[in-house]
């Protein structure tokens, strides 16, 4: 069974940092693209940032930024522990949002267009307010 599982929410302050973590069982993610996506309340979903898959050699971990992101999240990931994360800087409120990881046999840019991923996790609340 495929599963995805966020962690590292929560609450902070504006300039702040979190680390999100999205864990994945019950497929070989190394062969898959894993993103970040999020929607905030009233607002569409948006790729926030996607990373290729480890196997591919032409688009070996290549990585994909939203524009309003670039310079403060960084994505990495451990196909060793199945794990994706987001690392997440200078945060400001129009960050705040449920975040979501997707997976997709897909490189990083097609990953982060819609229609977005084939499986999804459930998401995490992060909150950026004073």
Excluded: H
């Excluded at 495929?2 to 902070?12: A, D, Y």
């Excluded at 290549?62 to 522990?81: E, L, P």
């Excluded at 990953?111 to 991923?117: H, S």
């Amino acid at each position: 069974q495929v599963q995805l599982v966020e962690s590292g929410g929560g609450l902070v302050q504006p300039g702040g940092s979190l680390r999100l973590s999205c864990a994945a069982s019950g497929f070989t993610m190394d062969y898959y693209a894993i993103g970040w996506f999020r929607q905030a309340p009233g607002k569409e979903r948006e790729g926030v940032s996607c990373i290729s898959s480890s196997y591919s050699s032409t688009y070996y971990e290549s990585t994909y930024y939203v524009d309003s992101v670039k310079g403060r999240f960084t994505i990495f990931r451990d196909d060793a522990k199945n794990t994706v994360y987001l690392q997440m800087s200078s945060l400001k409120p129009e960050d705040t949002a449920v975040y979501y990881c997707a997976a997709k046999f897909a490189t990083a840019q097609g990953l982060c267009a819609p229609p977005f991923g084939d499986y999804w996790g459930k998401g995490t609340l992060v909150t950026v307010s004073s």
